[in-house]
């Protein structure tokens, strides 16, 4: 069993509905971090948490500590949100544990 | 500046060939992280490099050599590859801070490396 589960593994939306992204995981952590990453490219960082939730536009991201649990929420999508998001966690040391990641396609 | 630089974004090289990847920040990050990551994956880690120094290895192969320079560099030599090395090379670079919770991880565009 992997440490990380993310789901649904595949979404396909409308353009201006919510998202929700989910991620669990089995391990003590210091830190959780959810990532972008478009087809062929580099990986964006767009939250660490480690407690509470975040906002940064139209992203907003939870975490439960002691559910083990972690969301990213995405409000009014659009396209160029497509990408695929992946949750990472960071146990006692440098090591990021990556769930396989979600893959979101917004049509419009 | 925010950003995590690697050179070259894509390599084509054979499998007697020696070639190197390169990565860079001006952050002022003492943490720096070499990932492989294959199509439809995860990325998973290679190396970690703490202070310049090599503080993690994953168990990879000696046909990847990693070298830190100084703090803002951080390369990958690679030599004598094969076919199931190509893949996404991605860098990344953090603070070293304690508690870890507070190091946030900047990612680098990465080099797609094709070993023909």
């Known amino acids: 069993k992997n440490e990380v589960e993310q789901s649904p593994q595949n979404l396909t939306a409308q353009e201006g509905e919510f998202i929700t992204i989910n991620c669990s995981y089995s391990?003590?952590?210091?830190?959780l971090h959810w990532l972008q990453q478009h087809p062929g490219g580099g990986i964006v960082s767009l939250f660490m948490l480690s407690s509470g939730k975040k906002k940064h536009g139209r992203l907003i991201a939870t975490i439960n500590i002691q559910e083990k649990h972690s969301s990213l929420h995405i409000t009014a999508s659009h396209p160029r949100d497509s990408a695929v998001y992946i949750c990472a966690v960071r146990g006692s040391n440098y090591k990021l544990t990556f769930g396989k990641g979600t893959l979101l396609t917004v049509n419009p | 500046d925010t950003e995590v630089t690697q050179t070259p974004k894509h390599l084509v090289m054979g499998m007697t060939n020696k070639k190197s990847l390169k990565c860079e920040q001006h952050m002022g990050h003492r943490a720096m992280y070499w990932y492989k990551q294959k199509a439809k994956k995860p990325p998973e880690l290679m190396f970690v490099?703490?202070?310049?120094?090599?503080?993690i290895n994953e168990s990879v192969p000696s046909r990847f050599s990693p070298e830190c320079p100084n703090s803002s560099l951080l390369n990958l030599h690679l030599h004598a590859l094969q076919p199931e090395d190509s893949a996404l090379y991605l860098c990344?670079?953090?603070?070293?801070?304690?508690?870890?919770?507070?190091?946030?991880?900047?990612f680098g565009q990465g080099t797609r490396l094709t070993v023909v």
């Open positions: 391990v003590g952590i210091s830190a």
């Open positions: 990344a670079s953090s603070q070293v801070r304690h508690p870890l919770r507070d190091t946030e991880a900047f």
């Open positions: 490099y703490s202070y310049e120094k090599l503080s």
